[in-house]
């Protein structure tokens, strides 16, 4: 309880001296606060109501064994918002490893306080006004507590210990983490090969028994936080040493890095800021998560390709967006945030800025290579298809990735190299909202093309615009410079004064 009422200190500390939230404007926070009701509420009312609304549309069906069938699929969705949008906690242990507190203690702490956030809030409200409507109401004082205890094990701790332990596989075991989502996939595979009834005969058998179901979910969840406290106390150990990885680059990596300084312009710098994205464990999943959107979305397309022949616009905007600059999504707002740790030592070196500018560009070129050669390896999709993809990936190359190096030094956030989230923050976002009218015409082209069927003139327009824009980025890249140069001060400022995210 010593090293809880610690931590719980230090996070309201924190939380009061964070200049967009704890000594923020008075009206700032009554906004927020309002733009949360307005989000939480319909989704209370949904769930109050949701009972009545399973009646009316299966009369003959029991509400209660339909809800407890489907209580079970809220644990991955959970468990993926946390992931996303979440910092683990055991990331920001090494502060505490010299104090005076049990490292036992310790890592019993930030695993209870993961639990306070938004998230529970979120899992209560979806979990409670049901709960209050249709098992209240229907059993008895004990299966109902036992009803909720298992509800609330399945949505709020669970999701945070998964998320907790996703992150530490992510930032020290990758494979590891690339194994578990696989798992978690076939999970689903095997529900839809099988049939409904494995997920939700599984759920039907925790909710509809709810005693033995408390102790079965109890037993999962306390065997989840065991596994997890033994993972933490691993990166603990890790913190205490200060090592910030184990072992250094392997033999293959080094030659790929000395081909990179040897053969492309401004090869080192593009070098430098490839290492930075392979050690910053939030880029590293940015880029992991994205990269598995894009397997889905292409093995979308390629279903309905099989099957129907076309390809819906939706899911044709989904791999136009995601797709194809999915690398630009994980890694552009950011892309000069992760400079921050050497951009002093850069300016103060006679290097030129628009060599700087230059190797922004080519990084972000770089995750754009995938979705380059792609469409050329699909022998079996139609010709317009092909056309418009290839003409869609030319906009993102001339267009979206030299707007975003130009406008890259007004976001003006640091990236901490050892955060392991997905959230961006609210100043740099706000920032990238300039970036919004190129990004319209890509979510306009799918619909504009499946409206009109000229499917070879959008995308032969945005060919030649994308071609322009290689051009321009390629032969002046003096404006980049210009730019940099003009934000320079005041980007070096906010790196000094803003907390890394």
Not at 212 to 235: K, P, Q, Y
Not at 334 to 339: A, H, L
């Amino acid at each position: 309880m010593r090293a809880i009422r610690f931590l719980l200190r230090h996070r309201v500390t924190r939380w009061r001296r964070d200049p967009s939230w704890g000594t923020g404007t008075v009206a700032g926070q009554i906004v927020l606060l309002a733009l949360l009701l307005c989000f939480l509420l319909p989704l209370g009312v949904f769930s109050y109501v949701l009972g009545d609304v399973l009646r009316e549309l299966y009369p003959e069906a029991n509400a209660l064994r339909l809800i407890n069938g489907g209580m079970l699929y809220l644990v991955p969705a959970l468990m993926a918002s946390r992931f996303l949008l979440r910092s683990p906690p055991s990331g920001r242990v090494a502060p505490y490893v010299s104090l005076p507190i049990s490292p036992s203690g310790l890592l019993h702490g930030q695993a209870a306080l993961s639990v306070l956030s938004l998230h529970t809030l979120l899992a209560g409200v979806l979990v409670g006004p049901v709960w209050a409507a249709e098992v209240l109401t229907t059993w008895s004082p004990l299966g109902a507590a036992a009803w909720l205890g298992t509800a609330l094990l399945l949505t709020v701790v669970l999701p945070s210990h998964g998320a907790i332990l996703l992150h530490l596989l992510l930032g020290r075991r990758p494979w590891g983490f690339v194994g578990a989502l696989a798992g978690i996939a076939l999970c689903f595979v095997a529900d839809a090969g099988v049939g409904p009834d494995l997920f939700r005969g599984l759920s039907r058998l925790l909710f509809g028994r709810p005693e033995g179901g408390l102790i079965a979910t109890a037993c999962g969840v306390g065997s989840t936080h065991a596994l997890m406290i033994r993972v933490m106390r691993a990166r603990l150990e890790v913190d205490r040493r200060t090592v910030a990885q184990i072992g250094g680059p392997s033999r293959r990596a080094a030659s790929v890095y000395q081909w990179i300084e040897q053969t492309l312009p401004a090869g080192t710098l593009v070098a430098l800021e490839l290492r930075q994205v392979v050690r910053t464990r939030r880029l590293r999943g940015a880029t992991a998560t994205i990269l598995g959107l894009m397997v889905l979305f292409y093995g979308w397309a390629g279903a309905q390709l099989v099957m129907t022949g076309t390809v819906e616009s939706e899911v044709l905007m989904n791999i136009v967006l995601l797709g194809i600059g999915g690398p630009i999504f994980a890694i552009g707002y950011t892309v000069y945030g992760i400079s921050a740790g050497h951009i002093d030592g850069l300016f103060a070196r006679p290097t030129p800025l628009s060599h700087i500018a230059i190797s922004k560009l080519a990084l972000l070129w770089a995750g754009l290579i995938p979705a380059t050669l792609l469409p050329t390896l699909l022998p079996w999709v139609p010709l317009r298809y092909v056309a418009f993809l290839v003409g869609c990936t030319l906009y993102w190359w001339g267009v979206m990735v030299p707007s975003t190096v130009y406008f890259g030094p007004r976001f003006r956030t640091p990236v901490d190299l050892s955060a392991s989230h997905f959230s961006m923050n609210p100043s740099g976002s706000m920032r990238g909202l300039v970036l919004l009218p190129p990004l319209l015409v890509l979510i306009a082209s799918p619909i504009l093309a499946d409206a009109t069927g000229a499917w070879w003139i959008v995308g032969g327009s945005l060919c030649a615009v994308g071609v322009f824009g290689i051009g321009v980025a390629a032969w002046r890249p003096e404006p980049f410079a210009q730019q940099l140069n003009r934000h320079r001060h005041a980007m070096l400022k906010a790196f000094r004064e803003n907390e890394p995210i």
